[in-house]
């Protein structure tokens, strides 16, 4: 019996955003578990063992982190229709970088500017992950805005009448990341004509948002955690690459993010593949699970067992 899709997310997430979209795409039912915009996050960190960056991805007790990881997976379990039209896989991957990571800083400066629309402390619990959390006052977010638009208009130098979406004729992952960082940034504002002078972008836009989300149905944390303690973790299905990562295998280490809040995860490596790495682990909460981190962006290092 196939496990649930279970998301872990808050709506106002713009990398959640991104996978909403692969769900609705491929036409999925998904259960829907609300986390805290900031720290702490007790009833997800039973899960990631420490990972609380959103979303993540549970199927029974295999757990997902990060955008990309959790699409490939997703894509591996339901191939059609694909996010990576035209074998596109290393393009995508290419234009998902950008997007998350050139084109976040202006997108996200400039849909943080009021702080009434977040939590207590969402500016310091930002700062303390990434090491900073700009606020785009009214003097400062036209700059953001401006350096936002610049960068759309490659996108609407890549769109046209034969191209319908970034690659061609078919939506893929890269549409996804990028629409993400557009959809945030206007989020609470709403459309203020901020890309009327991008026709296309506009209707592409316009072409995204109706693919939709999927199906969703609301979950609770406490039904999520019984999800994970109720199943067995499966490795079996990872498709285990050499490499010099593989001299990991059976030891226990831990997985921190490179750079500001790193939240480590630790675990023994039970598999690793050309884009993750498998870490087992056992929580009083759940028991066993196997938490899967990208291998980008993250290092590992060798930790001595609590439990030793």
């Known amino acids: 019996m196939t496990s649930e899709l279970i ?137 953001h805005l401006d350096q936002l638009q610049l960068q759309m208009t490659y996108v609407e130098r890549t769109l046209g009448k034969a ?27 709403g459309d203020q004509g901020e890309f009327a002078a991008l026709p296309r972008v506009g209707a592409w836009l316009q072409r995204i948002a109706a693919i939709g989300h999927g199906t969703r149905r609301e979950m609770t944390p406490q039904e999520a955690l019984a999800a994970a303690r109720d199943a067995k973790p499966d490795a079996t299905a990872i498709n285990v690459a050499a490499s010099p990562v593989s001299a990991w295998m059976g030891q226990h280490v831990s997985m921190a993010t490179e750079g500001l809040g790193p939240d480590p995860v630790e675990g023994e490596v039970v598999a690793v593949a050309d884009d ?13 699970v196997l938490v899967h981190l990208p291998r980008q962006g993250y290092e590992i290092k060798s930790a001595k067992r609590k439990d030793a």
């Open 163 to 189: 191209s319908p979406f970034v690659l061609g004729e078919y939506p893929s992952i890269a549409d996804f990341a990028i629409y993400a960082r557009v959809w945030w940034a206007q989020l609470f504002g």
């Open 276 to 288: 993750l790495i498998a870490l087992r682990r056992c929580d009083p909460l759940v028991g066993e």
């Open 7 to 143: 998301l872990h997310h808050y709506d106002p997430s713009p990398f959640s955003e991104k996978v909403r979209l692969v769900l609705g795409l491929k036409g999925l039912a998904w259960r829907s578990v609300i986390v805290p915009m900031v720290l702490p996050k007790p009833d997800l960190m039973p899960l990631t063992g420490g990972n609380r960056r959103t979303p993540v991805l549970q199927i029974g007790a295999n757990i997902y982190c990060g955008t990309n990881l959790i699409a490939a997976e997703l894509e591996r379990r339901f191939p059609e229709p694909t996010i990576y039209p035209a074998r596109s896989h290393g393009i995508c991957a290419m234009l998902s970088l950008w997007a998350d990571q050139i084109l976040f800083v202006p997108s996200s400066a400039y849909a943080i500017r009021e702080a009434d629309h977040f939590p207590p402390g969402f500016y310091e619990d930002r700062r303390a992950m990434r090491g900073y959390a700009t606020i785009a006052t009214g003097e400062t977010a036209p700059h």
